[in-house]
């Protein structure tokens, strides 16, 4: 834990407001939710919570069974990084942080399917140079949760409709599981 040096008071309601500088370097966005945690030392603990982070093990398995179907890599996005990922290196994808460009989708709950091959400037995840075929917010209740994407491959570079499909049917389902 590092400390940052900046001292808030407590409200007579209760609430502390966390500085500006400190919500953006950890994205924190309002209306996002916080997980609290206490030791016994004293220490109050804030740390984002994301549903999806909370259900790792089985958005493995989801994007598993994407990579094997598709026949394409496939990684699986909460609202920040990547939870999950399967036929590409998981020591390249492991907590890279979500791009702008996919941030900026899951914020319009739009949705990406690459139009054409040889012109896709789409890059899912900040630090690496593999582009995007398919992106698919995770929705929940009506907020986005997170993201499911797939990679172009030596095979794939853009999306077939198999894939959509499977892309769609897989944030929906995982949506389901998070409800």
Same mark, same amino acid.
């Given at each position: 834990m590092k400390a940052t040096g900046i001292v808030r008071r407590i409200d007579d309601l209760g609430r502390v407001v966390i500085p500006k500088e400190i919500r953006r370097t950890m994205r924190i966005r309002e209306g996002d939710p916080l997980e609290i945690y206490t030791?016994?030392?004293?220490?109050?603990?804030? $740390?984002?919570?994301?549903?999806?982070?909370?259900?790792?093990? =089985?958005?493995? @398995?989801?994007a598993d069974i994407?990579?094997? #179907? %598709?026949d394409c890599p496939a990684l699986v996005f909460d609202k920040d990084h990547?939870?999950?990922s399967s036929g590409v290196s998981k020591r390249?994808?492991?907590?890279?942080?979500?791009?702008?460009?996919?941030?900026?989708?899951?914020?319009? $709950?739009?949705?990406?399917?690459?139009?054409?091959?040889?012109? =896709?400037?789409? @890059?899912?995840?900040?630090g690496v140079e593999k #582009? %995007?075929?398919?992106?698919?917010?995770?929705?929940?209740?009506?907020?986005?949760s997170g993201a499911v994407v797939f990679l172009t491959s030596d095979k794939y570079t853009e999306a077939t409709d198999l894939q959509k499909s499977l892309i769609s049917a897989a944030a929906q389902f995982l949506a389901r599981q998070i409800e």
């Open positions: 030791n016994n030392d004293g220490e109050v603990i804030f $740390r984002k919570y994301s549903a999806i982070n909370e259900m790792s093990e =089985n958005a493995g @398995y989801i994407m990579h094997r #179907t %598709a990547v939870v999950a390249e994808f492991a907590e890279r942080r979500a791009s702008s460009q996919l941030e900026e989708l899951m914020d319009n $709950r739009g949705q990406y399917y690459c139009p054409d091959g040889r012109n =896709n400037r789409f @890059y899912p995840a900040e #582009t %995007a075929i398919a992106a698919v917010p995770i929705i929940t209740a009506g907020d986005v």
